[in-house]
């Protein structure tokens, strides 16, 4: 079932704007992004750099021992821009640690919900997650017990961690030769730019001198700097033997795994929240913060798909399910616009304004056409109809974290929400209040829209919780308590 889509104009205009430009790259930007937009970007840019060169300053004296090379090698590479085909986006563009690991830019959350790529005027179809705690997440299994997929990252669960038994390294695999993110036509050009950054001898001394010794043809730099994707006639443009083609495979898997060892650091993944300071008995709850934990886990039952913790289980505050919670569609997503070849020919969203997000179902059908995804179990396909529309239960960790009050946080896959209030106020009045009418002012308070796709859709545990809206900021006032960094890490 499909939702209207009643603010479409904007994000096609917007679109439209860019698809005028000349020429992609990261000059064409001015044409879709707003100037608020386009000054925050420049100040998250200069923050990446920042932290890169003082990262790159600690290579001059490398930890001794393995686990923290890797650590630092897996850092250097999610905050290397030179790792996207216009050498301007690096991992850390969609996901910065002021805003929780997740999108740093207010003015994109705000109005778009995704970001754009390397090429500027590619915008991807969801919000970015938190890259911290992903590791955490189990290699995609079928749960008998339970009946359900469990684990893999992403929204959809298709980086399934089955080739390298880490999900969170197959999810680094993603990004580098998504179109519409960092865009680069082949994963051997990965490998050819990290060869050529300062990491190079760290990264061979951990992971061996073959890492980069490929025999590049003389048209590498070239070819890596053509925006993919390839053309479907040649899926691998950089001309390797295949003895070569094998090790760039290799040392793209080992950088992958560099990135989710950094992921899973004691710098990013810290269990350092009030929540934690509780539990160590080093804190407390306010009277509210209480308040809004004893309804988490009671009479909203958050907590029976945000996890926190159990016998031998870190409170990760997901279960590593699916479910649809019936989220309404974002038109403001600039990906419904996205159905026009742009200026090199390439068409995101064929479906335009009628693409549905269908999660999971769509995973186990279809695999994913963005992203270098891994396998698909053929034995899953069956469970492709009741997975359909299903999305993972993300983490609440850092759901609040911001780098200052008026910072604007998105939600959920497609960015749909914009405030913790707002989530909570749907999941207690989705099945209560009336639907909207079109630019209907109490959008969100008096009344919802439909659901993007009612299949499979919880009705059980979501839609009518009878809160007061006392308790419901109670619960927001809880969730505040899972921002890391309230103890110092190393001390918890
Ligand atoms: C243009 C923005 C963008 C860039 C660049 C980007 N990401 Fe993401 N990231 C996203 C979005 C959007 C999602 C969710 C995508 C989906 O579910 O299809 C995501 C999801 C993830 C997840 C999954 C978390 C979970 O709980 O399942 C991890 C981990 C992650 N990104 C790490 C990375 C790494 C590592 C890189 C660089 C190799 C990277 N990202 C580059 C936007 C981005
Ligand atoms: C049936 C399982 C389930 C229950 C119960 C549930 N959630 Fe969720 N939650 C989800 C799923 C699935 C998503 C992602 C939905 C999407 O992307 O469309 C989500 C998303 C969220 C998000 C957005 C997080 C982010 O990073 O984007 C918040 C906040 C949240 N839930 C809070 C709550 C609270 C508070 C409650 C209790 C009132 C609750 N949830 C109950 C499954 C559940």
């Known amino acids: 079932m499909k939702a209207q889509h009643s603010l479409l ?123 911290a705690y992903a590791p955490l997440s189990p290699v995609l299994h079928y749960n008998s017990g339970q009946g359900d997929l469990v684990g893999g990252n992403f929204w959809d669960m298709r980086a399934t961690g089955r080739r390298l038994g880490n999900p969170a390294a197959e999810q680094a695999e993603g990004p580098p030769t998504n179109p519409v993110e960092m865009g680069l036509p082949d994963i051997a050009c990965a490998v050819y730019r990290a060869s050529q950054r300062p990491y190079r001898a760290l990264f061979e001394s951990v992971w061996g001198q073959q890492a980069f010794a490929i025999d590049w043809p003389g048209d590498v730099e070239q070819v890596c700097a053509q925006p993919g994707p390839p053309p479907a006639s040649e899926p691998t443009p950089v001309h390797l033997g295949p003895i070569d083609r094998g090790r760039a495979g290799t040392t793209f898997d080992q950088m992958a795994q560099s990135i989710a060892g950094y992921e899973a650091s004691a710098e990013v993944t810290t269990f350092s929240s009030k929540f934690d300071a509780v539990l160590a008995g080093k804190a407390q709850f306010t009277t509210q913060e209480k308040a809004g934990y004893d309804l988490f886990r009671g009479k909203a039952q958050c907590n029976t798909c945000h996890r926190d913790g159990g016998p031998g289980e870190d409170p990760l505050f997901t279960d590593f399910t699916a479910s649809n919670i019936g989220t309404p569609a974002n038109p403001r997503l600039p990906y419904y616009a996205e159905n026009r070849p742009d200026a090199l020919g390439y068409v995101a969203n064929p479906a335009g304004s009628s693409y549905v997000d269908l999660g999971v179902g769509n995973f186990l059908t279809n695999g994913h056409l963005l992203s270098h995804p891994s396998a698909v179990d053929a034995r899953w396909l069956k469970l492709a109809p009741g997975n359909q529309a299903r999305i993972q239960v993300p983490t609440l960790r850092n759901v609040d974290k911001r780098p200052d009050q008026g910072f604007v946080k998105a939600y959920v896959h497609n960015g749909y929400f914009t405030s913790l209030k707002a989530i909570v106020h749907f999941y207690n009045t989705r099945d209560v209040l009336p639907r909207c009418q079109p630019h209907d002012v109490g959008e969100g308070t008096t009344c919802w829209p439909a659901p993007e796709s009612t299949d499979n859709m919880n009705t059980s545990r979501v839609g009518r919780l009878g809160l007061s809206d006392a308790e419901e900021d109670a619960i927001v006032s809880f969730m505040q308590t899972l921002s890391d960094g309230f103890m110092p890490v190393g001390q918890q």
Request: hydrophobic share 40%.
């Open 9 to 131: 104009p904007i994000a096609a205009a917007m679109l439209a704007a860019t698809l005028g430009a000349a020429a992609p790259g990261a000059e064409e930007a001015s044409a879709t992004l707003s100037p608020q937009a386009l000054q925050e970007i420049a100040q998250v840019e200069a923050e990446i750099d920042r932290i890169e060169a003082q990262t790159i300053g600690r290579l001059a004296i490398p930890p001794d021992n393995q686990v923290q090379q890797i650590e630092l090698l897996g850092k250097l590479m999610l905050y290397d821009k030179q790792l996207s085909v216009n050498r301007n986006e690096a991992c850390a563009f969609c996901h910065m640690p002021e805003a929780g690991f997740t999108g740093p830019v207010s003015e994109l959350n705000r109005t778009t919900g995704s970001y754009p790529g390397s090429v500027r005027t590619r915008f991807g179809n969801r919000k970015p997650q938190s890259h």
